[in-house]
């Protein structure tokens, strides 16, 4: 049977056979030796390493990584969360938990919303950093911000509280989202917005 | 048979033991460290005591070179959980790593470190059949490589334990036939007097120099190090024999691994670069003082040493050989050389007689 062409760019590789010094081994011997010397000489002596000695060196994180979820406040330091709970629904490993205030609870510390969580969870032994409570929420309160290397000494203490969460999330610059409807209802003057 | 031989036989094997061990240790962070360097990389620079911090000066470049690791590397093995997975064959599983480890510290009876300290030879055992004894020692070390691949009950053990039994079968009779040249020249088994030799007439490795290639090239095979680890091949054969091998039972075949590597640049230096002696500062016969006698035990560690540091590197340059390239070297390129090296260098001799 003729040998078929499956493809139009087949070819055959011409493999030269090994010279008298391929074969000997010695050249390739003292080239190795060379390169793997400078190597040495340089990693030594000029510094010059690849490894970049982490916990005193540390990489510039990109400005869209994905870290540590933190709830933010807004530019006037009020809790932008509203305890509705999506972020607790949509997580898939369910290491969010939140306490909302109930019907006697404490009321939002700022306008445009009805209420702010009384208690707000997150396990970070639990937590795979996927970013759905960011995408899910309707407020813009909680953001993965750039923090990679959450520790502790116990289970307890890697469950971050609504406090703890606060302080780390810090003040979110650039969303101020109620602010923004606010000044479209003022241009319009229709939009029954109560300050 | 009197009682300061026995005594002193027993100081000796137990330093000897000793210092073979620590070198074991070190030989690995010197692994770690050269791979590093030539990889761009830094290598083990943490592990410490932490005590040793505070030394002013001296602390922190120590803990930089390493110098702990080895002590953190030994716990560990220690610490780990000796596990014996289901279906091997357990005699022969326990067995293994022991019988690797047994002859690659027998091999150092018989090697001259040193000329003498007051009147006792620094040689654990002179043998009169030293070479002999230590090919017949080397050649046993594969049966604990071929008894784990085969006791594993694993394909990649296996394996491995196949490929170490031809690899070894192959470079020992090159090996053998290599050093016959140095009898030949010699004319004695004694590694004493083969160093009393070459302290008069100069180093063998100048009066035989293909013997000493297809020795040092044989010694790389024989101690599985690449250019010929086919039996352990990380990237091929997972970890080759020892993959079912975990904590101490593991480490003992690391420590088979890197005293056979000592051994062997035992051997090269004690039959082709002069053992303990060096031809300058009167370093050349048997020590008279305690001082030139210690002075010739360092000569000795130092010639070794090196030989570990070229294993080393080595290791971290070349890519493994194939199977059938190896064969083929082995086979087809040294045991000829050998047989034509024999040859030529007993026509020298018959004619310079």
Redesign the interface.
């Known amino acids: 049977m003729a040998a078929t062409k499956h493809f139009e760019f087949e070819m055959i590789v011409n493999r030269k056979p090994l010279t008298l010094a391929e074969r000997l081994y010695l050249p390739a011997?003292a080239g190795?030796?060379k390169?793997?010397f400078r190597?040495?000489f340089?990693?030594?002596f000029g510094g010059?390493?690849?490894?970049m000695?982490y916990p005193e060196q540390k990489w510039a994180v990109p400005p869209d990584y994905r870290g540590a979820p933190y709830l933010v406040r807004d530019q006037e330091g009020k809790t932008k969360c509203v305890s509705c709970q999506l972020c607790e629904f949509v997580c898939p490993p369910k290491a969010i938990k939140i306490i909302p205030p109930g019907p006697a609870g404490e009321l939002a510390d700022r306008p445009n919303a009805e209420k702010m969580p009384q208690e707000f969870e997150i396990n970070f032994l639990r937590c795979i950093y996927c970013g759905l409570c960011q995408e899910v929420c309707p407020e813009e309160a909680i953001f993965l911000l750039k923090d990679y290397s959450l520790t502790g000494q116990s289970r307890e203490e890697m469950i971050y509280g609504k406090e703890k969460l606060l302080a780390l999330g810090g003040v979110h610059g650039g969303i101020q989202k109620w602010k923004h409807k606010l000044d479209e209802a003022q241009e319009q003057e229709n939009f029954p917005v109560k300050v | 048979m009197n009682w300061s031989f026995i005594i002193f036989s027993v100081v000796k094997i137990a330093i000897v033991v000793g210092v073979v061990q620590g070198m074991v240790a070190y030989a690995v962070l010197a692994e770690r460290k050269?791979s590093?360097?030539?990889?761009?990389?830094?290598g083990p620079?943490r592990a410490a005591p932490p005590f040793v911090k505070a030394i002013p000066g001296l602390g922190p470049v120590l803990i930089r070179l390493g110098l702990f690791q080895p002590l953190a590397d030994g716990l560990k093995f220690m610490l780990k959980e000796d596990f014996t997975p289901a279906g091997v064959r357990k005699v022969y599983f326990w067995l293994a790593p022991a019988i690797a480890v047994i002859p690659s510290m027998l091999v150092i009876a018989v090697i001259p470190f040193g000329s003498q300290i007051g009147r006792q030879q620094m040689v654990i055992s002179d043998l009169n059949v030293g070479i002999l004894y230590t090919f017949g020692i080397v050649s046993l070390g594969v049966y604990g490589i071929v008894l784990a691949g085969y006791a594993a009950n694993s394909k990649y053990p296996f394996l491995g334990g196949i490929r170490s039994s031809a690899q070894m079968i192959s470079y020992e009779i090159s090996m053998g036939m290599s050093v016959i040249p140095v009898l030949l020249i010699v004319g004695n088994l004694n590694l004493s007097q083969i160093i009393g030799w070459q302290s008069q007439h100069g180093w063998l490795a100048l009066y035989s120099p293909v013997s000493f290639i297809i020795f040092l090239v044989a010694s790389f095979a024989e101690t599985n190090r690449l250019p010929f680890d086919l039996p352990e091949a990380e990237t091929e054969l997972v970890g080759g024999y020892h993959t079912e091998y975990s904590a101490m039972k593991f480490a003992l075949f690391f420590l088979a691994e890197y005293s056979n590597m000592i051994a062997s640049a035992a051997m090269m230096v004690t039959l082709f670069f002069g053992g303990w002696t060096l031809p300058f500062w009167g370093l050349d016969h048997p020590a008279a003082s305690l001082g030139m006698g210690i002075a010739q035990i360092l000569v000795f560690l130092v010639k070794m040493l090196l030989f570990v540091v070229l294993f080393i590197?080595v290791r971290?340059?070349?890519p493994r050989f194939r199977y059938d390239q190896l064969m083929d070297l082995g086979w087809r390129r040294f045991v000829p050389l050998a047989l034509v090296n024999i040859l030529i260098t007993a026509m020298v001799l018959w004619c310079v007689s």
């Not at chain 2, 590093?36 to 830094?42: E, G, K, M, N």
């Open positions: 011997i190795g030796f390169v793997t190597h040495a340089r990693s030594l010059k390493t690849v490894t000695e | 050269i590093a360097w030539i990889q761009d990389r830094v620079n590197w971290w340059m070349f």
